[in-house]
């Protein structure tokens, strides 16, 4: 019923930014939060940040604090992921998420890819050393 289209991924140096978005369609009016996850080659899909929808509580992990910045427009039904000082550490699939639960606080799970119910498709972002 929700659908998400992830966009604005790319090919970049270390160093550099790149700004991600992720628009929802369909019936957007349930969802209590969206997320960023990203997964490398042989790695675990992992949380990158997340923003309730209608709280404004924002989470960010350890690796990317400091140097992202997530957003949304509501009027776009859209969420941001802004990411400066690129690494290739942070060369991915980028995936964004929605979830209906109330995971947003410590110890709800809002880390973990099973809390959320929607997937978008994802875009690949590499950064070249």
């Known amino acids: 019923q929700v659908h998400l289209v992830e966009s604005g991924g790319g090919l970049v140096q270390a160093g550099d930014s790149l700004r991600l978005s992720c628009a929802a369609s369909?019936?957007?009016?349930?969802?209590?939060?969206m997320g960023w996850f990203r997964q490398a080659p042989g790695k675990e899909r992992e949380f990158v940040a997340g923003?309730?929808?209608?709280?404004?509580?924002?989470y960010y992990a350890d690796s990317v604090q400091g140097r992202s910045t997530i957003s949304r427009d509501t009027a776009k039904n859209t969420v941001y992921l802004q990411m400066n000082s690129l690494k290739p550490e942070d060369t991915a699939v980028y995936y964004c998420?929605?979830?209906?639960?109330?995971?947003?606080?410590?110890?709800?799970?809002?880390?973990?890819?099973?809390?959320?119910?929607?997937w978008g498709q994802g875009t690949q972002v590499t950064v070249s050393s």
């Open positions: 998420a929605a979830t209906i639960f109330r995971i947003y606080y410590s110890g709800g799970g809002y880390t973990n890819p099973s809390r959320y119910n929607t």
């Open positions: 369909g019936r957007t009016f349930s969802t209590y939060a």
């Open positions: 923003i309730t929808w209608s709280g404004g509580i924002i």
